[in-house]
C-alpha cells in the first residue's frame, strides 16, 4: 500500500476562518439571549402592575355608594408589599363623572413604577347597589 503525502490537519487561516465564524455565532446568541431576559423582565414588571391596579379597581368600584363623588380617596391606596414593584412605584385612584349627575362614576386606577417610568391604569364604570 502506498500512502499519500499530503496535507495532514488545518492551516493557521483555516483555523482562523473557524474561530471567527464560531465568535460571531456566539455573539448573536448571547445578544438574542440578553434581549429574550430584559423583555421577559419587563413583561413580568407590567404583569405585577397590571394586577395590583386591577385589584386597587375592584376594591374601589365596590365602595361607589354615592356617584360622582370623592369618597373613594380613603382609605389611602398603597402598592401591596413585597409585590415586587419597588419602593418607586405608586398608585393613584381618580373619580369623575363623565354623564353628568347620572348614577355611574367612572373609576381610573394608574399604577406607575419603574425607571423610565412607565404606568398601567384601568377604568371601570360603577354604580351604587340599589
Not at 60 to 69: E, I, R
Not at 83 to 98: D, E, K
Amino acid at each position: 500500500m502506498k500512502r499519500s503525502v499530503g496535507q495532514q490537519g488545518f492551516s493557521a487561516i483555516e483555523l482562523l476562518i473557524t474561530l471567527f465564524v464560531a465568535a460571531a455565532f456566539l455573539a448573536t446568541g448571547y445578544q438574542l439571549y440578553y434581549m429574550a431576559i430584559e423583555s421577559g423582565g419587563e413583561a413580568r414588571m407590567r404583569s405585577i402592575a397590571s394586577n395590583v391596579a386591577y385589584d386597587k379597581l375592584r376594591f374601589y368600584a365596590a365602595k361607589v355608594t354615592d356617584p360622582c363623588t370623592a369618597v373613594l380617596a380613603s382609605p389611602t391606596p398603597t402598592i401591596p408589599a413585597g409585590s415586587g414593584l419597588g419602593s418607586s412605584a405608586t398608585i393613584s385612584v381618580v373619580t369623575a363623572c363623565p354623564f353628568g349627575s347620572t348614577h355611574t362614576s367612572r373609576v381610573t386606577v394608574t399604577v406607575t413604577y419603574g425607571s423610565p417610568s412607565q404606568e398601567v391604569s384601568h377604568v371601570i364604570y360603577a354604580s351604587p347597589s340599589l
